[in-house]
């Protein structure tokens, strides 16, 4: 029950997302009561105005009555809590209405959503994205009809998981994937669902263009210069892979040597990272085809990230302590593989693997993206930075002897003809922007950077990369 200080409370407010006041009873009522229940729930005051001014009500027995038939009707029903008080004589009803566990409701064949202080009506497109919001239409249970078996059929990427999974070779493939809930007969021909393509398609972006792992090196702590990007298009087990490649390829490594055994310690445990890119690839909502997950490694920091934020049914209090899965059948195949547990024990594996580690724990938000925030350690960073651009001018003998000619300053037009060249051409522009961007050479007249009598000169920084070389 509504206790007398919150009454008071909700009577001094405006109508909002959580409170709307109704004059008398009558259908816009009913529509309240269907939004609230299919949003995050809220509280109806009858015969009341916005703060405090009263309309009264003659017979609040008979109409609570009249409420609680309209919740009834809604379908499916809804549970409700109706009490009567009375405030400076006026008689008030206070409806209760606590957010549904059996969304979607209507109320006279009519969906409702809350929206700000309005009970707004859904339009087609958008109780289909609170039908899969609600998780009543499993993306994973759609048959993918333009998969072809056994045409676009993986058959080494199945042979893998039966192996790593430890099942017993099949006599018969097409009984395994139905047992396994990833494709099913009619008539005479195999279906495969999203699920079925997305582990085992040759080409899973020619099916589910979404179903990409998008991994980039940037080098500094914003979304401006790239060193290094990767689309990773294959299958789940395969982008997973490959992205903890890109990881480990761009992450620091130092090594320890403990009872004469050498260990590889990296700057952010792998066990982490990886558990945060199974995090990602299996918790992920899949119906949000307009975006990718994404590993972005800064200079600071690494960020994985993957649409959609919580899944439907867990509470952001209760993160990290249930576990709610959006993609159950995704998260049944990964724990076959031995990637996963059962019960939600992910996030507290990564919390204490960093701080076992001396990081600080990492940060998570989620809004309709989920993203996990590892913070790197600075010295690694540096050091990391410096040996990728040692690695590019090693790789870029345009960029090495661009350095060697800038040993005196040089103008863009004499390194042009020094170099052989008969114009600046676009490999040209690109590395002496890198090198300009990177410090390894610097303007002669830095305040005029377009100056026609502007030169190019080797830094200190610039010597001692190419005496590493």
């Given amino acids: 029950m509504t206790s007398d200080k919150n009454i008071e409370w909700i009577l001094s407010q405006d109508e909002g997302q959580y409170i709307e006041f109704k004059q008398s009873v009558s259908n816009t009522v009913g529509e309240a009561i269907c939004a609230f229940a299919n949003s995050s729930g809220g509280t109806i005051i009858i015969g009341a105005h916005p703060r405090g001014a009263f309309a009264s009500i003659t017979d609040p027995s008979d109409a609570a009555a009249k409420v609680e038939n309209m919740a009834r009707t809604c379908d499916p029903s809804i549970q409700i809590n109706v009490s009567h008080f009375t405030r400076e004589v006026n008689k008030l009803l206070l409806v209760d209405v606590p957010e549904s566990e059996n969304k979607p409701h209507s109320f006279g064949s009519v969906f409702y959503m809350r929206v700000g202080h309005r009970s707004q009506r859904m339009n087609r497109d958008e109780l289909v994205e609170f039908l899969h919001a609600a998780g009543q239409v499993k993306y994973e249970n759609i048959l993918c009809t333009d998969f072809k078996y056994p045409e676009d059929f993986d058959t080494d990427a199945f042979q893998k998981f039966i192996k790593t999974s430890g099942i017993s070779q099949p006599e018969n493939i097409i009984d395994l994937v139905m047992n396994l809930g990833i494709a099913k007969q009619e008539s005479s021909r195999l279906f495969f669902n999203n699920v079925g393509v997305l582990f085992f398609s040759k080409e899973p972006k020619r099916f589910l263009r979404h179903a990409i792992v998008d991994c980039v090196l940037f080098s500094g ?21 490959q992205a903890m490649i890109f990881l480990k390829r761009h992450l620091s490594l130092r090594y320890e040597i403990t009872d004469l055994k050498r260990k590889e310690k990296y700057e952010i445990p792998q066990v982490v990272l990886r558990e945060a890119v199974l995090n990602a690839v299996i918790h992920r909502d899949y119906h949000f085809d307009t975006a990718w997950i994404t590993v972005e490694i800064y200079r600071d920091r690494v960020e994985i990230s993957s649409p959609g934020g919580l899944p439907p049914g867990l509470k952001p209090e209760e993160f990290g302590r249930k576990s709610v899965h959006r993609n159950r059948l995704i998260a049944e195949m990964f724990h076959r593989l031995g990637e996963v547990e059962r019960v939600g024990t992910g996030i507290g594996r990564m919390q204490k693997f960093v701080r076992e580690a001396g990081l600080e724990e990492p940060k998570f938000d989620f809004t309709t993206f989920f993203t996990i925030t590892f913070k790197r350690p600075g010295a690694h960073v540096e050091a990391h930075v410096e040996a990728h ?41 690109e590395s002496i922007k890198y090198l300009i961007e990177k410090g390894l050479i610097a303007y002669t007249i830095p305040d005029k950077p377009k100056s026609s009598n502007q030169k190019y000169v080797i830094t200190e920084k610039g010597k001692k990369i190419l005496e590493k070389i």
């Fill in 221 to 241: 702590t914003d979304k401006v210069d790239i060193l290094d990007r990767k689309e990773m298009t294959g299958n789940l087990m395969d982008n997973v892979e």
């Fill in 389 to 429: 651009v040692e690695a590019h001018v090693r790789d870029s003998s345009l960029s090495q002897k661009i350095l060697k000619l800038c040993d005196t300053p040089q103008g863009s037009s004499e390194l042009v003809e020094a170099l052989g060249h008969k114009k600046r051409s676009g490999a040209f522009k």
